[in-house]
């Protein structure tokens, strides 16, 4: 007995989404009980990569490429979000 490609690709799809969303709950509670203010960043970084992943794979499941959009924009934000509670961290300001 064969199982179709597109059989396997959602088995692996499912197993993604479900190691993902492992990770996305461990990279929130590191986030929730992190013992410095660098581990909260570093696990917000996390999250909204897992994030992005969680979107990727949702938009492989349902055949869309808006989804991949939405994936480019949170990237954009998470990124810019970082760099501003980095530069916040080091200097106690944003704007110089």
């Known amino acids: 007995m064969t199982i179709p490609v ?17 990770a996305s709950t ?18 917000l970084d996390t999250l909204y990569v897992n994030t992005i992943a969680l979107v990727i794979l949702f938009g492989l499941k349902q055949g869309s490429m808006l989804y991949f959009e939405a994936a ?5 934000m998470g990124f810019i979000g970082t760099i501003a509670l980095s530069k916040y961290l080091l200097r106690g300001d944003i704007i110089e």
Not at 26 to 43: C, E, M, Q, T, Y
């Open 26 to 43: 461990l990279s929130l509670w590191r986030l929730l009980i992190g013992p410095n203010v660098p581990d909260r960043i570093l696990a």
């Open 72 to 76: 480019l924009l949170i990237a954009i």
């Open 6 to 22: 597109s059989d396997f690709l959602e088995i692996a799809i499912n197993i993604a989404v479900l190691l993902v969303g492992i």
